[in-house]
């Protein structure tokens, strides 16, 4: 059995965290784990996504058994299908997540797994996505807000993120044409303690961010936030 996160927000922040969508008995978000190579894994997924929860990230841990998946509660980007690719390096995604985004897959978000990288991808005709890009930078609080300024400068929005085992962190950005202006990014980091990082993600959804990408740390966890 897997274990799941359940973070529950205040009714103050939940009614301050639109467009996220509240039930009553559902959480804004939810961070949950799945066995990687488990049969029943996209199942579960769907059985999530099922409930109203859209997917916004991924993370793996360091012996590659376990998949996170980031949630928030919102139909503000309806889709068909979801896949998750599997692709031997950074190489092999840049040369083929061009053919999956000229099919009609958007990627949501990228992670790091074993010696290769994974990519969430959603099917949907809601995003229009123009051109992408897979940055690459370390892991300075300056060099992070440069990578995120220059993308945006130049007309596109975050989207995914992820470390590799060297250290380095990559930032996937999307243009999307009908938007005005690129979305707005916030990133954050807590110490990978639930009470900590549930604290820090609802007073960033009580502030109209909206959590969009996650990455594990060796001591924090990092949350990537939009608007």
Request: cysteine-free; hydrophobic content about 40%; aromatic content about 12%.
């Given at each position: ?14 009614l ?20 990687m ?18 997917p916004?990230?991924i ?10 998946v ?6 503000s ?12 390096g ?6 083929q ?10 990627p949501v ?11 969430f991808?959603?099917n ?12 690459a930078?370390?892991g ?13 400068e130049a007309g596109y ?5 992820t470390?590799d085992?060297t250290?380095?962190l ?13 979305r ?5 980091y807590?110490?990978a303690?639930?009470d ?6 609802n ?20 949350f990537?936030?939009t608007?």
């Open positions: 059995m897997t274990a799941r996160i359940m973070l529950a927000a205040t009714a103050a922040l939940l301050a965290a639109a467009p996220l969508a509240a039930q009553e008995n559902l959480s804004p978000w939810v961070l949950e784990d799945y066995e190579n488990s049969d029943t894994r996209d199942d579960e997924i769907q059985e999530r996504i099922d409930q109203g929860y859209l916004v990230g993370e793996t841990t360091d012996d590659d058994d376990t998949l996170w980031l949630y928030i509660h919102s139909d980007l309806p889709f068909d299908q979801f896949l998750i690719a599997e692709y031997g950074v190489q092999e995604l840049e040369d997540m061009g053919s999956m985004i000229n099919q009609g897959w958007v978000d990228i992670a790091r797994y074993q010696d290769g990288m994974l990519a991808y959603i949907t005709d809601v995003v229009t996505i123009g051109d992408w890009g897979l940055t930078t370390v300075r609080t300056e060099m992070i807000e440069e990578t995120y300024r220059e993308g945006t929005s975050p989207w995914g993120l470390a085992d250290g380095t990559w930032f996937l950005f999307l243009e999307e044409p009908t938007r005005d202006e690129p707005g990014v916030s990133l954050s807590h110490a303690d639930e900590e990082f549930e604290l820090g993600v007073q960033k959804i009580g502030q109209g961010w909206i959590p969009w990408g996650v990455m594990f740390g060796p001591e924090n966890i990092y990537q936030y608007n």
